[in-house]
Structures are given as C-alpha cells and as structure tokens.
C-alpha cells in the first residue's frame, strides 16, 4: 500500500514539474470565418462566442494548465471511492444504478477538482496583498515592538500639504501597488503552486517508498529533497514562460520581417501592371535567381468595372532594399 501511494505522488509530482505550454508562443485569437456577408460573419462569431460561453462557463479556467488537470483526475479517484459509500447505502442503490452513481460521483469530483486551483488562485490572489500587509504591521507590533502608526505621527508637518491630501495619497499609493501586486501575482501563482506541489509530492512519495511507510509526525516528512525539486520546477518554468517565449516571440518576428522582404510563390505585391497600367495586387507566380537579381514572375488580378480580371503575367526584380 505504501509503495502504490509513494509511487502515485511522485507519479503526480512529475507531471506537475513541467508545464510545456509556457513555452509555446500564444495562439492568435481566431477571427469570424471568411463570408460574403459581413452581417453573416459577424452573426455567426457572435453564435460562436455565445456557445463557447455556454460550453464553458466563465469560472473554469481557459488554459490548459497541467495543475487542472491532475486536480482533476486526482478528483475523480476521490469521486470513484466516494461512489463506493454512496452505493453501499441500499436506500440510494434500491433507486439508482450503481454504475449511474458511480459515473455521476467521479464526474463531479473531476469537476470540483478541476476548479479547485483556481478558486484557490483567486483567494490568494485577492485576499494575500491585504493580509500580507495586516500581518506585517502586526509582526512589527508585536514581535519587533515598531508602531507604524506611531512613526507616521512623528512625521514632520508641510504647511502646503494637508492631511487629507496626504491621506488621499497613501490611499492611492497603496491601491496602486496593490493592483501592481495581483497583476505579477496572478501571473506568477500557477508556477509558484505547481513547484511547490510538485517538490512535496516527488520528495515525500520518494520518502514513502524509500521508508516504507507514511510520515506519522512533522519530523518525518520530507523537506530538503522536495525544496531542492520545487526550486528546480519553478526555475525551469519561469525559463520556459518568459525567456524562452520571449525569444520564440523575437525569432517570429524576424521570420515574418525576412517574409515582407522576401516574396515568396504565392504572396501578394502591389505592382503597376504594364497591361492595365493600374497599380494593383500581383500574384507571386514563380521566383528564380539570375545574375541579375532574383526574378519574379507575377500575375496581376486587377478587376475592371465588369469584374473582369487583367490576369497578365509580367517579370519584375526582387528588391530587398
């Protein structure tokens, strides 16, 4: 029992230790699809929106972090053993199947489970500035005997600032850093959260495994071994979540700089057609390298008033100034 749970946790601790989607670059929002109409595209993105909305409610998390998931599953092995009372009651088994209960149990403790991060993400986030402050102040009071209140009064007086406008200040000093504050916080608590689960997890199921047995006392449990893992899970994804993101984000931009100097089969210039004698779109038909430049052959698709195409092909030289 003791080896199966021990390698469970470092089983869950190991899927937590990296999450790859730090690391990926972000997905441009998907725009309406191409129509005719732009009443129809608009409708039918406004449908989209609406069903998505209804799909997937505004308290579920929208990214597919590793930590929701493993909650999740974690959640729906506590629903399965909590199907196991609820069908040994025979006045709920009499009336309900059993597989019926046993379904409905480990689909709302996946779902429960795959909240819980982010209830508990919002809770820190909103309630950890202020109590971080009310336990500063009484950390100070209490244990180092410093009044702040006290020192704020000691204060000397400016005869051009009042007190209410210098309590306004602080009032929009503290509420500025504050908003500060939960912005990086929010950004930073997924990370923070799935290290530190994951080095207790890898840390203590080792133990367990290595020890045979459960910690009984809060000597017994491992701290060292699982510090040293959650640093390390922590360093690798804010590498992954901001240095390598950022350099990923650089090199597109400088694939997509070369692609607007470089045309390619298939890209759109707009040239003057000798044919129509219009400066229109062109179709990159072929691309060629000659001694005298890179050549392209494009294809103009200038409409006329009949919406008819000039459709002449014509050779320009590339310019990459």
């Known amino acids: 029992m003791e080896f199966y749970a021990g390698a469970f946790m470092v089983f869950i601790g190991a899927y937590l230790f990296w999450e790859p989607s730090y690391g990926r670059k ?22 989209r929106q609406a ?7 505004t308290f579920l998390p929208t ?32 009336e309900i199947s059993p597989s019926v209960i046993l379904w409905v149990c480990v689909a709302i403790g996946s779902f429960l489970g795959y909240i819980l991060p982010r209830v508990a993400e919002n809770y ?53 850093l504050t908003l500060t504050f939960r912005m990086y916080l929010r950004q930073a608590l997924p990370i923070l959260m799935s290290g530190i689960l994951s080095g207790g997890l890898i840390g203590n199921g080792a133990s367990i495994i290595q020890s045979k047995s459960f910690p009984l006392s809060s000597a017994e449990i491992e701290f060292h071994f699982s ?21 990923g984000i650089k090199k597109q931009k ?6 607007r100097l470089v045309k390619r089969s298939g890209d759109i210039v707009v040239l003057r057609c000798p044919s129509c004698n219009k400066e229109a779109q062109h179709v990159v038909v072929t691309r060629k390298v000659t001694e005298g430049g890179v050549e392209l052959m ?18 320009v030289i590339e310019s990459t100034g």
């Open 298 to 315: 494009v294809n103009c698709r200038w409409l006329n008033q009949f919406d008819e195409v000039c459709n002449f092909h014509h050779t």
């Open 26 to 47: 972000p997905t441009p929002p998907s725009g309406p699809a191409p129509s005719k109409s732009k009443g129809s595209g608009a409708l039918g993105q406004t449908v």
């Open 63 to 94: 990214r597919g972090l590793r930590i929701y998931r493993a909650f999740a599953f974690v959640g729906a092995l506590i629903g399965f053993m909590a199907s196991k009372l609820v069908i040994s009651n025979p006045y709920v088994s009499n």
């Open 254 to 259: 400088a694939e997509d700089r070369e692609r």
């Open 51 to 57: 069903a998505r909305m209804t799909i997937r409610p």
């Open 227 to 247: 510090t040293i893992v959650a640093i390390c899970s922590i360093a690798s994804q804010v590498y992954a979540r901001y240095y390598r993101r950022e350099r």
């Open 124 to 176: 820190i986030v909103v309630l950890g500035p202020p109590v971080t402050v009310v336990l500063t102040y009484e950390y100070l009071l209490y244990e180092r005997g410093i009044d702040l209140l006290e020192l704020v009064v000691e204060l000397p007086l400016i005869p051009e600032i009042s007190h209410s406008l210098l309590s306004g200040f602080f009032l929009v000093s503290t509420t500025f």
